[in-house]
């Protein structure tokens, strides 16, 4: 049965992907740094607007939760499913995620998350053909 409504789960379902997208670029970060790469720049340059577009983000987004009385908690978590529970306003929903569906989600997000970072540039470079 549903507690929460769609404007409440969509908010906390994309604070909860955000941050684990957040955990992603991280890692992406820490392996640029330390990894074999022969020039480090481009890369970190990217990450580093990733995360701070995804900063932004998720800082508004925990100023809304807060305004709704909202957390998420997570469960449970084994090799198929992670389950978190949801609240609002002292009205709670369990929700199961698939692992593999979860990655999908986070994958979207990061690809936004990029798309959104190469933005300036893309403008720029457009400009500097014409």
């Known amino acids: 049965m549903r507690y929460l409504t769609d404007e409440e789960l969509e908010l906390a379902s994309r ?5 684990m997208a957040m955990v992603v670029i991280r890692q992406d970060i820490s392996n640029v ?4 790469f022969k020039i480090k720049e481009p890369y970190m340059s990217l990450l580093g ?9 998720r800082r508004e987004l925990k100023g809304k939760m807060r305004e709704k009385n909202m957390q ?6 084994n090799d198929s499913f992670s389950s978190f529970l ?4 002292g009205r709670e929903e369990k929700r199961n995620y698939f692992n593999p569906a ?3 989600k986070v994958e979207a997000i990061v690809q936004e998350l990029m798309w959104k970072a190469q933005q300036p540039y893309q403008q ?6 014409t």
């Open 15 to 19: 604070f909860l992907f955000l941050s």
């Open 33 to 36: 740094q330390n990894g074999a």
């Open 49 to 57: 607007k990733m995360a701070s577009e995804a900063s932004f983000e």
């Open 72 to 77: 998420i908690v997570q469960l449970n978590k």
């Open 86 to 89: 949801f609240i609002c306003q």
């Open 102 to 104: 979860i990655r999908k």
């Open 124 to 129: 720029a470079d457009a400009g500097a053909k």
